[in-house]
């Protein structure tokens, strides 16, 4: 059957008013198994909260799904197993901690349904270099792919709102592209997503009433790399790979930025810390809420930049660039490029620094600049005033 935007629309509408309405159950649930997230030193909340939320956001994909997916190809109903073992897989480590090689088994066994019934990338063009041929290596590759985008949602996921919020911006931007690729049932699916999360955030914007624990981070992290792999890298499209890549940029930006300060310090990379990107922003003074509404719009900029990428015409499709089409593509990349600036730099070193010269006026530049720059290695921030 054919499926249209609008389609897409009441599926999304479906998915938010199911997953709205089983929140309060799911939270009066966890309360009652005591999966209950306790205020401590690397988390922002300061009450305990419920977990499990991501059993609301099943449910609602699920619905939604059974309606507008189930019933045509195979790959649907496997997609929607790899959901479900998922969301169990989380749902376990949020109510045991699991330890983090069964928690990785549990997601390589989520994701293998997909994969094994074809919803994996064997080949994909990228722009000069062209069609790309991975080969017998193509399920294996896409097996890794997705566990690290479940993994990249699911570490990013530390405040009120932020997963959600981000994830259905994100879902909306791929939806769009994957109508446009002519990927429909692609983009119901991201359309799905996006309303399961709108949902959900209802509960969980800030000050939230339930968190969605890990079984939501990693079922919407899942869900997502679906849709990448099934609404634009099994195309012919030469923005196939970029195209996921800058809609998720910005979990992306803040797992390497964490792992990698984790290994530069000889930390576990699995165990938690508190150096995320809304774990700065909080220590130089900013509210949950600011927080999270500058990273939905970095969040914002970056999708719009990637349907840009799709709909101007600065090619010809033949390797021929159109200039004015070009330059304002080159303009759009500069002003997400400076937002991006703004974020990493402005708000975290230069507020900081006016911080530090506020406390003690009478430091030289010299003393300021050696205050952030150790700051800024470490991740320790002294909290600022406001926000």
């Not at 090689?101 to 066994?109: D, P, S, Y």
């Amino acid at each position: 059957m054919h499926r249209t935007a609008v389609d897409a629309l009441l599926a999304g509408i479906v998915a938010a008013v199911v997953t709205g309405l089983l929140t309060p159950v799911t939270a009066r649930f966890a309360e009652r198994v005591g999966a209950v997230d306790q205020p401590r030193d690397r988390g922002l909340s300061d009450r305990p909260t419920p977990l499990l939320g991501g059993i609301a956001i099943f449910f609602g994909v699920a619905a939604s799904m059974s309606i507008w997916l189930l019933g045509g190809s195979h790959q649907w109903t496997a997609i929607l197993w790899g959901a479900l073992i998922i969301t169990l897989v989380g749902a376990l480590d949020d109510m045991f901690d699991l330890n983090p090689f069964v928690k990785l088994t549990g997601q390589v066994c989520a994701v293998l349904p997909p994969v094994l019934s074809g919803v994996k990338v064997d080949n994909f063009t990228l722009p000069f270099v062209h069609r790309v041929d991975l080969g017998g290596s193509g399920g294996v590759l896409t097996v890794i792919g997705l566990v690290a985008i479940i993994n990249v949602v699911n570490l990013s996921d530390g405040i009120d709102g932020l997963a959600a919020g981000v994830c259905a911006i994100s879902s909306i931007a791929l939806s769009i592209i994957a109508f446009n690729l002519g990927k429909n049932s692609a983009g119901i699916l991201a359309a799905i997503t996006a309303g399961a999360a709108l949902g959900f955030l209802i509960y969980n914007f800030h000050p939230a009433s339930i968190f969605m624990g890990d079984c939501g981070s990693n079922l919407l992290g899942y869900l997502l790399g679906v849709v990448s792999v099934q609404g634009s890298l099994k195309t012919n499209a030469l923005v196939a790979v970029v195209i996921p890549l800058i809609v998720l940029a910005v979990p992306f930006l803040d797992t390497t930025f964490v792992v990698l300060k984790r290994v530069k310090y000889g930390r576990k990379v699995y165990m938690a810390d508190a150096n995320h990107f809304h774990h700065r922003f909080s220590r130089i003074g900013f509210s949950q809420r600011r927080t999270v509404l500058y990273l939905y719009a970095w969040t914002a900029c970056l999708a719009g930049l990637a349907l840009a990428v799709r709909f101007v015409p600065y090619s010809d499709n033949h390797g021929n660039l159109k200039t004015g089409w070009t330059l304002v593509m080159v303009g759009l990349f500069v002003l997400v490029l400076l937002a991006s600036a703004y974020l990493v730099y402005v708000l975290e070193i230069l507020k900081f620094r006016r911080f530090v010269r506020g406390r003690e006026p009478g430091r030289t530049d010299a003393e300021v600049d050696a205050e952030v720059q150790r700051s800024l290695e470490t991740g320790e921030f002294e909290a600022l005033p406001g926000g």
